[in-house]
């Protein structure tokens, strides 16, 4: 039976490197796919920015 | 974001605007990972005036005025995307510009600013996001050392490379 310190190093183990790996595979994506990711970034930082007064225009893709 | 691109290539080919470049956070998006950005920068090269060296954006937005498109700020909306043209400023642009390199988008062939020298205006220019953009770039492994070291070496830049990559 597993003990419940191998299943904990099991799920922390990958941690280090999660975060450059998550961001390889973002690199590699298609550009459409990145676009869609940037009007989905675009579509949170919005309201950030039209509460400080700003006026951002969130890309209208499906044109 | 196709329609954007594939009109254009059309002002390129109809002699509107001369050269162009994607560059910025969009032109870094090809290479790297996406951010957040709002606007689609394209840097070009505008057809001389007849009578002058003055170069002007101004036919080009009353071109896109005339075609229906809205401004917005310092961008024009282009089927759903803010544009904003911006003029070749200085030499390290000139030369980003003239290198840049033919990327397919969705079958549309479209000119972008080639990583090595993305990096070297991020470095040039200096804030926050594009310190950002050079760590990120940094890390990527789509840098060409050789390309970078000789265009860091032209602009004077490998002291801002340094400080910014050894930190």
């Not at chain 1, 999660?18 to 990145?34: N, V, W």
């Not at chain 2, 470049?21 to 870094?28: D, F, K, N, P, T």
Request: proline content about 7%; some cysteine; glycine content about 8%.
């Amino acid at each position: 039976m597993e003990k419940p310190d191998d299943r904990l190093n099991r799920a922390v183990t990958p941690f280090p490197f999660g975060k450059p790996l998550h961001r390889e595979a973002l690199r590699k994506l298609p550009m459409p796919e990145k676009v869609r990711i940037v009007v989905a970034l675009q579509k949170i930082a919005a309201p950030i920015l039209r509460a400080r007064g700003e006026t951002p225009t969130v890309w209208d893709i499906e044109v | 974001m196709r329609a954007t691109l594939h009109y254009l290539r059309q002002m390129h080919e109809s002699g509107i605007i001369g050269g162009y470049a994607i560059g910025g956070a969009m032109a870094a998006t090809f290479y790297i990972e996406p951010v957040t950005t709002f606007d689609l920068d394209v840097f070009v090269v505008l057809p001389q005036e007849a009578d002058g060296l003055l170069l002007s954006l101004g036919p080009l937005y009353d071109y896109l005025r005339a075609a229906g498109f809205k401004e917005d700020k310092e961008c024009v909306v282009i089927h759903g995307i803010p544009v904003q043209f911006l003029p070749a400023f200085n030499p390290l642009v000139e030369e980003a510009l003239a290198n840049a390199i033919e990327t397919d988008y969705d079958g549309i062939k479209v000119p972008v600013f080639s990583p090595e020298h993305l990096t070297a205006i991020a470095l040039q220019t200096g804030r926050g996001k594009d310190k950002a953009r050079v760590q990120s770039f940094a890390e990527s492994g789509v840098l060409c050392p050789e390309k970078l070291t000789g265009i860091l070496t032209r602009h004077g830049l490998e002291g801002k490379w340094k400080s910014l990559t050894t930190d």
